[in-house]
């Protein structure tokens, strides 16, 4: 069964008007011609829909002409089919369904699989306004028995059996007199042939080896067939048959070591149907049961600071991986500060310092930490994406946002441990992202509160920048870098240190309005970037004194920056500022210093600010109205290293003869013995002196244990004097 001819004409009618009716802003369909083969289709309505009437009527040929539909009349019955209306912004959605089961479709087993359509009409749906009909919408219905689809609009909830089930029970059934299902041998077949054929009894789109599609649907869709092992190829040849070497690019070697098989790694996957348990991996720190606890004889660098419950003191951290670990165990005078983020409703807070008793290194010797507890002011720093809560609920619950411990230690022991909480009050049901901070400091017994050195005396990778201000109005010990949380604006910003040896970026966004004072917003964006370097002078080296400005203190040096003032009178446009200041770039230049005990010491040669301007522009959206932009800010740090000698200029022959030059080929002869040079520096250098040898002594007691040196030596002892 086909569709009238006139029926395609009426659609081709249809949809030129559809194309040109929306542009003239009259009532239309979109889209005005649909092609149904599932249970329901939707299409919206577009235009003036105040006081429109919607209808729907089977189109029935009579006499190879198409009848005109009745319109004015609400009818949302029409048979087999129902008509949905429901209004939108500006438009109507209207949805046509399927009323009757497609069950009536199939009178046995085999009608399943029918080539033939289950319902084949032709809908069309009116909208009028006084009886006066205004647009159309034509629908042809054509829906398949065997349509993964049509199962799902049936409502059928037995699903129907596939034709290798129906032959394998009749087949077996014959036998037997049971209904049993043959399982194929899975050590010769693989079990699942087609794992695309979700829907038994029923075609699956895209899934080519599924034996329910006919020819006429399987060419609907041959071209976006599903790949691999999903689509049916459960035997795909692997990289080491010796069939794929014309396939793809082998080595030329390939054929002597190809496997000559034809199997399947897919194959006795089930075998037998054992199982095997998969182990979940636990998100916490493994921790040996056995605690190896020398604490009592001292700590040394590295070890684990122990309890009095014989178990490691644990404080937050984050791993190589970027995860945060709660059960991390803190090392013996290893400083570190991390921050944790998760989920407020899923967060549970553990026991507090306070209650934990600490060895402190003598037989016998236990602390408890000294705890002060403080409360946050700005919960938005630390809580982001929450939700608003209608009722207060629960009593209201604390949660530490920062810890901060400052363990203080004499020789190989802890003397004292002191520990600031910052705690928030949030709702027991409070939903959202908390920001958790965690800071660990050793500090020697004798110390004051001086600040903290950078190294002894050259600078240690990862320290921060030593900074000194001559205003007296900064007490600035440092350069910073924003580190932005939240909605990523300069006012909730944080600061965060420049450290030695690693460049780094950072930004933020500053608030602006479309009629900004361009002068104004030139001092704001300076006055940001400026905060970033309160100092006037960097420490050249890790310990220098910041009581003695002569000790190896360098100025920074500063650019000129941008001229702030006024525009001129060309430029007072709303939305547009020339030359306003959006970058700040650091540039610190450093070289060895010679060395302390064999490790190289690093200082500081210079430091150079510079601005770099753009011109503003406010972006609009669909219209500029009054609101507010975001003007971005970024700021970059650069470390150049400067040789401490200059380098000896290459000789002609070094310049073309490129043979062993290391960066020109892929083959580096120079490095064939690199482990040996001085530029190895994995391990000590006496030590791979030491392992050069062992191989060379390795090498020459083969080669004399050779099969030729075996034969010379039998010739030279068989040769007659």
């Known amino acids: 069964m086909r569709l009238p001819p006139p029926l395609p004409l009426l659609g081709g009618l249809l949809l030129l008007q559809g194309v040109w009716r929306p542009l003239r802003g009259d009532l239309v369909f979109i889209p005005p011609v649909i092609r149904m083969s599932g249970p329901a289709v939707s299409a919206s309505l577009v235009g003036g829909t105040e006081n429109v009437t919607v209808s729907l009527a089977l189109l029935q040929d009579e006499m190879g002409l198409s009848p005109v539909p009745y319109c004015g009349v609400q009818d949302n ?75 799902n609009a049936s409502g059928m909830k037995n699903v129907a059996p596939s034709q290798t089930e129906i032959r394998t029970r009749k087949r077996m059934e014959g036998q037997t007199g049971e209904n049993v299902t043959v399982i194929p041998n899975q050590v010769y077949q693989p079990l699942g042939p ?12 895209r899934c080519c080896c599924d034996q329910e599609c006919s020819s006429n649907l399987t060419a ?57 348990s998969g ?77 934990v008793k600490i060895k402190n290194g003598v037989v016998g010797g236990i602390l408890t930490p000294k705890v002060i507890y403080e409360e946050a002011t700005d919960l938005d720093k630390f809580i982001t994406n929450t939700e608003t809560l209608l009722s207060r609920g629960p009593a209201p619950r604390n949660v530490n946002v ?65 900074a000194l201000s001559t205003n007296q109005m900064s007490n600035a010990t440092t350069l910073h870098l924003w580190q932005s949380a939240g909605r990523g604006l300069c006012t909730s910003a944080t600061f965060k240190p420049v450290l030695f040896g690693e460049n780094a970026l950072s930004g933020c966004l500053l608030e602006v309005a479309m009629n900004e ?60 500022c020339l030359d306003v200041p959006a970058q700040l770039s650091v540039r610190i230049l450093f070289s060895d210093a010679g060395t302390v005990e064999g490790i190289t010491q690093q200082e500081i ?39 401490a000698q200059l380098p000896r200029p290459r000789t002609r022959f070094q310049i073309n003869f490129t ?34 040898f062992l191989l060379l002594t390795f090498f020459v007691l083969a080669v004399v244990l050779s099969d030729p040196c075996t034969r010379t030596r039998k010739a030279r002892n068989s040769a007659p004097i």
């Open 77 to 151: 019955e029409t048979g087999d089919w129902s008509l949905t209306v429901t209004p939108n912004v500006n438009s109507l959605e209207v949805t046509v369904r399927l009323k009757r089961s497609l069950q009536s479709c199939f009178s046995n087993e085999t009608d399943y699989f029918s080539e033939s359509p289950c319902v084949v009409q032709t809908l069309v749906v009116s909208a009028a306004r006084n009886s006066s009909c205004l647009a159309h919408l034509l629908i042809q219905v054509e829906i398949y028995a065997n349509s993964s689809l049509a199962h």
């Open 194 to 205: 087609c794992p695309c054929n979700l829907t038994a009894g029923a075609c699956d789109v």
């Open 220 to 276: 609907l869709f041959r071209d976006s067939c599903f790949p691999g092992v999903f689509g049916g190829d459960v035997n795909p040849p692997f990289d080491q048959l010796c069939s794929v070497q014309t396939a793809h690019g082998v080595p030329d070697w390939f054929p002597f070591l190809c496997v000559q098989l034809d199997n399947s790694p897919f194959l006795g996957l089930f075998y037998l149907g054992s199982v095997s």
């Open 279 to 355: 182990q979940s991996a636990s998100p916490e720190v493994y921790l040996h049961a056995d605690l190896k606890d020398f604490s009592d004889f001292g700590y040394k660098q590295g070890d684990p600071v122990m309890t009095a419950e014989k178990e490691y003191f644990t404080i937050p951290q984050v791993s190589l991986a970027g995860r945060c670990l709660r059960n991390a165990p803190v090392a013996f005078l290893q400083n570190f500060d991390v921050q944790c983020v998760t989920e407020l409703d899923t967060y549970q807070e553990q026991d507090g310092a306070a209650n």
């Open 402 to 466: 920062e810890e901060h411990y400052i363990f203080r230690w004499n020789n190989n022991t802890i003397s004292e441990i002191n520990v600031r909480i910052i705690r928030a009050e949030v709702n027991a049901q409070q939903k959202g992202i908390m920001t958790q901070k965690f800071t660990v400091k050793f500090l020697s017994y004798n110390s004051g509160n001086e600040k903290e050195s950078s190294g002894n005396p050259g600078y240690q990778l990862g320290k921060p920048v030593r």
């Open 517 to 576: 004072n361009c002068a104004q917003l030139r001092e704001n964006a300076i006055e940001l970037l400026d905060s970033l370097i309160p100092a006037t002078h960097v420490a050249m080296r890790g310990n220098s004194d910041y009581n003695d400005l002569s000790d190896g203190w360098l100025e920074i040096i500063r650019a000129d920056a941008p001229d702030t003032g006024a525009d001129s009178p060309n430029s007072s446009t709303n939305g547009v």
């Open 605 to 643: 040669l210079g430091v150079e600010t510079r601005f770099s301007s753009v011109n503003w522009l406010f972006q609009c959206g669909l219209t500029c109205e009054d609101g507010a932009g975001f003007f971005p800010l970024s700021a970059s740090v650069q470390f150049i290293k400067i040789p």
């Open 659 to 692: 043979e062993y030059d290391c960066n020109r080929n892929e083959v580096c002869w120079p490095q064939l013995l690199y482990p040996l040079t001085q530029d190895y520096q994995g391990e000590p250098y006496p030590q791979c002196v030491a392992k050069g």
